[in-house]
């Protein structure tokens, strides 16, 4: 015994230390501009900066009724259990067990026997009775001598804090997800007033047309002409309500509830694009869940090589027994009927064909295979944060001169209708820059969705205002499921009573 707690001290397999990965100085795309530390951003609410109250109110509903979230939570749950699974492994199993016994053995001599172990049967020509009690309470515990135990629920701690991890992975792309789809919500809200005031203005185009017409001042072809452009405005106005309705469908959906109850009323304007902050790419490595899952994956990877190189080593495993054997139930408890015994036992395997090997050699691939993703994902949120700022910087240009296009479109329009109106040019001039001039505009607000969405994506990106601090320690892990030394079951396993039968009478 002393041998086994002086070896309970070791360890075997390498301890964890964090691999290298690829991390540029600075953002390429960022340029001259200043990084601006991203605490600037609420660490919860990074929505704020678009200042849309019901914006505020959807997001906070997918932590209540996101069932994407409510399953990566229980993954998280699991992942907790698994823990408590394996730190049982340090502490003995310890069993209490009961036998009343009464049995019928062939005839014989018919003469009283009493066995070794205190057993008084009762022969006969037909057969003997025996009667037999015995209640014990057995231990017995193998000490964690080389780490098997300790590197297994190191293993499962780390693989907790991955699970944790995606869970912050999976809250993060669902309120992302959800402003995006916002966002163009109000893009289109802003599209349908567009489309309305076309409308609107191609009715009046075409009430002239009818009346020069009627003058017989233009042909027939201008009213037809006139009418074919006020149908097609109207069509693109009801298609736009159709992608509004797939929108707030997938809002819905995003917050957990039916389509059917929910409903996002109009707006007059559309968010402004905000000032996004960017820190230094290697905080990049802090911010983002998925790389701070991706780590914990390595770690427990890491771990699992000691665990494997912990099955070359021997197991001592230590047992005892105490208890009370009678052939009589009178005689149960009295000292004549006290039984016990301590022992141990040393087992190790001499030879196995290689599985040790193999599984040690599997443990290591892994666990380089586990250092390659989490290259890899640090690689491609780099690549995330700099497409985004491409777009943010690129259609910030676009945008520019997509507004000069719609407002020398609109003044092209304005001048010739006032021309057509004098009877200076023909009405395919009208089409043409009414044509022209609804172009424009729409791509101006195309531009703007597109910046808007990027600026989600680019906080996404950033990480949201999440830092790794936002990971449960081990011992909040280990503290979440405690130990339970009662041998009852917990209450939700019991099955439960119909509601008539919990009544007080």
Not at 135 to 159: F, K, Q, Y
Not at 245 to 263: C, D, K, S, T, Y
Not at 324 to 335: E, G, P
Not at 422 to 431: E, H, K, R, S
Request: proline fraction near 5%; aromatic fraction near 6%.
């Amino acid at each position: 015994m002393a041998f086994a707690l002086v070896g309970a001290g070791c360890t075997v397999g390498p301890d964890y230390r964090r691999p290298t990965a690829p991390t540029p100085a600075a953002y390429k795309e960022l340029g001259w501009q200043r990084a601006r530390p991203a605490d600037a951003i609420d660490r919860g609410a990074w929505w704020s900066v678009y200042r849309d109250p019901l914006l505020d109110r959807l997001e906070r509903q997918i932590d209540i009724s996101n069932q994407n979230l409510i399953a990566a939570a229980a993954s998280y749950r699991e992942a907790e259990a698994i823990v408590a699974q394996a730190r049982a492994g340090f502490f003995p199993t310890v069993t209490l067990n009961a036998t009343a016994q009464r049995s019928r053995s062939p005839g014989g001599s018919g003469s009283a026997v009493v066995s070794s172990a205190g057993v008084v049967s009762a022969g006969g020509s037909s057969g003997r009775i025996s009667n037999f009690f015995n209640i014990n309470t057995a231990a017995s515990w193998t000490p964690d001598l080389w780490g098997r135990v300790g590197r297994t629920v190191e293993s499962d701690i780390e693989s907790a804090q991955a699970s944790a991890g995606d869970l912050a992975s999976a809250r993060l792309a669902a309120q992302g997800q959800l402003a995006s789809n916002y966002m163009q919500i109000r893009v289109a809200d802003a599209l349908r007033r567009l489309l309305d005031q076309t409308v609107k203005a191609y009715g009046e185009s075409l009430r002239i047309a009818r009346n020069q017409y009627n003058a017989g001042i233009v042909a027939a072809s201008d009213v037809a002409q006139a009418q074919t452009q006020l149908e097609n405005a109207l069509a693109q106005a009801i298609a736009v309500g159709n992608l509004r309705a797939q929108l707030e469908h997938a809002i819905a959906v995003l917050i957990g509830r039916p389509p059917a109850e929910v409903a996002i009323p109009p707006a007059d304007t559309v968010a402004e694009i905000p000032a996004i902050p960017v820190d230094v790419p290697a905080t990049l490595l802090e911010r983002r869940p998925d790389i701070a899952a991706a780590e914990r994956r390595m770690a427990a990877a890491n771990a699992q090589i000691g665990v494997a190189n912990a099955a070359f080593f021997p197991n001592i495993t230590l047992s005892g027994q105490i208890g009370q054997s009678a052939s009589m139930l009178s005689r149960l408890f009295t000292d004549a009927a006290r039984t016990w015994s301590i022992g141990s036992t040393l087992a190790e395997t001499l030879f196995e064909g290689g599985l040790r090997h193999a599984q040690v050699e599997q443990a290591r691939a892994a666990y380089d295979g586990a250092i390659a993703n989490y290259r890899q994902t640090v690689l491609a949120a780099f690549q995330q944060v700099e497409d985004q700022l491409a777009a943010l910087r690129i259609l910030a240009d676009q945008q520019r001169a997509a507004d000069a296009a719609a407002a020398a479109a609109r003044e092209a329009e304005r001048i010739i209708s006032n021309q057509y109106k004098a009877g200076t040019v023909a009405y395919t001039n009208v089409v043409v820059a009414q044509t022209a001039a609804l172009a424009s505009a729409e791509t101006a607000l195309n531009v703007r969705q597109s910046r808007l969405v990027a600026s989600v994506a680019l906080i996404q990106a950033l990480g949201g205002g999440w830092d790794v601090s936002g990971l449960p320690s081990k011992e909040q892990i280990e503290t979440d499921v405690p130990l339970n030394f009662s041998p009852l079951p917990p209450d939700d396993a019991w099955p439960k009573l119909p509601k008539w039968l919990q009544s007080p009478w």
